[in-house]
């Protein structure tokens, strides 16, 4: 066991309202939060903006201490102790002001510094690490002159250098194009097979977390709501279909059978996404591929489902999930 | 890519407790010396980026006001002195106590502390490397200032040296305090404003001899450490310096150098772990 987690809680207390700005009452960010993280493996904390996984993550890396609650590293409480976690886990955050004016080289090989590397040693590791994401070419380059998309694997690279058997990558590929991705992606992968390193990955993209995630936490609202493999998930909700609908201007709502699927489908705008039962989903696409619906159809897709309905399906509130 | 079993790298710790729960080694500790020397590489380097036309902004500023003080007040005097060695301290003032304000606010206010806090580097590498980086690079504004300003009002160029004793020293008291207020401030657009404040009453209380000022102000001077740089500066333009005094003036700048670096890395302590 790499990481566990047991009742860990973190209530923000609440804001006082002044003039002009309203009150908010406290907010529980982490309730009661239970996690294994095995060796080895990726495993994700998925759920919407402000579902909890930044502060979660934060009380793991020792940057906020939690209110009540457990966080055991490789057998080190991270709680009693939180500097330990500087010396156990690498953390890749959402924010690269400390970096931003550096050369995508200097940030790498002074964070390998940092990390305690000898001098002669975090320039290696800097150069190494820097051309397996093939980011040699813009070595030279400040980050903030560079893309999100690059800045973002600079940082990435600056985590990697000066081993640690624990990575913490917040959203990690924001921003980056399907090379960058696919670097990041290769970039952990070795790391796993030569050396066993384990990812603890924060995403809200759930067609990333369906590819690279051994297992998934699915938060909301500072609670984990289900813990299982992709897979695992998927097959809780195994018995429904999605199907959507894009109508070319407006549903065609005189034909009966559509006016009935209108009550089960989420609408947006043009587009309407409903969850059915398999022989349901039959029904409703020979409906509307027949007869008087077919002419006012654009398009229609039959999935079978993805981490966002498990997501939906366990109560979630689904707003805020990227499909990308 | 190689690894060292993290057994044979110092300062793996492991207490009775973690043995029992079989605890992984740690990571070694980034040392003080090699982790200072790293910060302070890394933001001099950031001069190069964001900081030239601040640090130009910092030395137009002071030697625009030895050219509009030169309006007013007689070369070679006792009045000179002190417009020259104010001038010149106040670009100590602007870029270590006021843009290091600012960049320590922004850097807490939009969780950039987290980058350091994340790593296993001792807070007063931090602080220090940036105070001392944000120092250095006042140095070219400060000679500029002192030598246009010496010529301008006819003073001795001869006891100039002495900057390499003010520069730092000052440079440690001015910065620190900087490093302080951005890391205490609550909020970024505070820490500006104190930096600002802390600037213009270097600017306002450094330029003017003491005794033209009323006792009120007087007081508010000799509370304001950049006065004590200014002073030793000032000294050494005299035809017989007083060493004793221009070493206890930068005995006062080294002091309040230590101090306030001593709270600026207990803030950053307190602002890395929230």
Redesign the interface.
């Known amino acids: 066991m790499v990481c566990a987690v047991r009742g860990l809680t973190k209530t923000y207390p609440a804001v006082r309202g002044r003039r002009g700005v309203p009150g908010a009452p406290a907010v529980r960010a982490t309730d009661d939060v239970r996690l294994d993280v095995r060796r080895g493996e990726i495993f994700g904390l998925l759920g919407p903006n402000g579902a909890g996984k930044s502060t979660l993550v ?1 009380q793991l ?5 939690p209110d009540a609650g457990s966080v ?1 590293i ?4 991270i709680v009693r102790h ?10 890749l ?7 931003d ?3 995508v080289s ?2 790498a ?3 390998g ?7 002669r040693r975090a320039r ?2 800097r150069d ?2 820097l051309e397996e994401l093939g980011l040699t070419s813009i070595a030279g380059r ?1 980050l ?1 002159k560079l893309s999100g998309g690059q800045r973002r694997l600079a940082c990435f690279a600056a985590a990697l250098v ?4 624990l990575l913490v990558l917040d959203e990690p590929t924001t921003g980056m194009d399907p090379v960058a991705r696919r670097a990041v992606w290769a970039a952990v992968d070795r790391r796993r097979a030569e ?1 066993g390193t384990t990812v603890l990955l924060v995403t809200h993209n759930v067609i990333e977390a369906e590819t690279v995630l051994d297992r998934v936490a699915v938060l909301d609202q500072g609670r984990v709501i289900a813990c299982d493999t992709p897979t695992g998930l998927k097959e809780r909700v195994a018995d429904e279909v999605r199907v959507e609908l894009v109508w070319r201007e407006t549903a065609p709502l005189h034909v009966p059978e559509v006016a009935a699927l209108r009550e089960r489908a989420v609408e947006a705008g043009r587009r309407w996404t409903l969850r059915l039962a398999p022989e349901e989903a039959r029904a409703a696409v020979a409906t509307v591929t027949g007869g008087a619906a077919f002419a006012a159809l654009d398009d229609f897709t039959l999935a079978t489902p993805s981490l966002e309905d498990v997501y939906l399906a366990l109560g979630g509130a689904a707003r805020g999930l990227v499909k990308a | 890519m190689s690894v060292v079993p993290a057994g044979i790298l110092p300062g793996a710790v492991a207490d009775e407790d973690d043995a029992a729960r079989g605890a992984a080694e740690l990571g070694p500790r980034a040392r003080m010396w090699p982790s200072l020397a790293a910060v302070y590489r890394a933001q001099l380097s950031r001069a190069r980026v964001a900081r030239i036309p601040l640090l130009f902004v910092a030395t137009f500023q002071s030697v625009g006001i030895l050219v509009m003080m030169r309006g007013v007040v007689d070369s070679g005097g006792h009045d000179a002195r002190f417009v020259v060695a104010g001038s010149s301290v106040l670009v100590v003032a602007y870029v270590g106590l006021n843009l290091l304000a600012q960049y320590f606010g922004q850097l807490r206010g939009s969780g950039g502390l987290d980058h350091y806090a994340t790593l296993p580097v001792p807070p007063a590498a931090v602080v220090l490397g940036a105070a001392g980086a944000y120092a250095s690079f006042t140095v070219p504004g400060t000679v500029v200032t002192a030598v246009f300003g010496g010529v301008l009002f006819g003073l001795p160029l001869s006891h100039l040296w002495v900057l390499a004793a003010v520069i730092p020293l000052a440079g440690a008291a001015l910065s620190g305090l900087g490093a302080a207020l951005g890391l205490l401030a609550p909020r970024p657009e505070l820490a500006t404003l104190l930096g600002q404040l802390g600037m213009s009453a270097a600017l306002l209380l450094g330029v003017l001899p003491a005794d033209r000022m009323p006792e009120a102000v007087r007081f508010t001077r000799d509370l304001l450490p950049s006065t004590y740089g200014v002073e030793a500066f000032a000294r050494t333009f005299g035809p017989h310096p007083d060493w004793a005094f221009v070493a206890g003036d930068l005995a006062v700048c080294a002091g309040v150098g230590v101090a306030s670096l001593a709270v600026a890395t207990w803030a950053y302590r307190r602002a890395a772990v929230r």
Do not use: C, F, N
């Open positions: 934060r890396t020792g940057l906020m201490r055991e490789l057998g080190h409480d939180p500097e330990r976690a500087s010396r156990i886990l690498a953390y955050g959402q924010e690269s002001t400390a970096l004016e550096l050369t200097l940030a090989e002074t964070t510094r940092l990390r305690g590397l000898e001098a290696a590791e190494a690490v400040a903030k000066g081993e640690r058997p050396r």
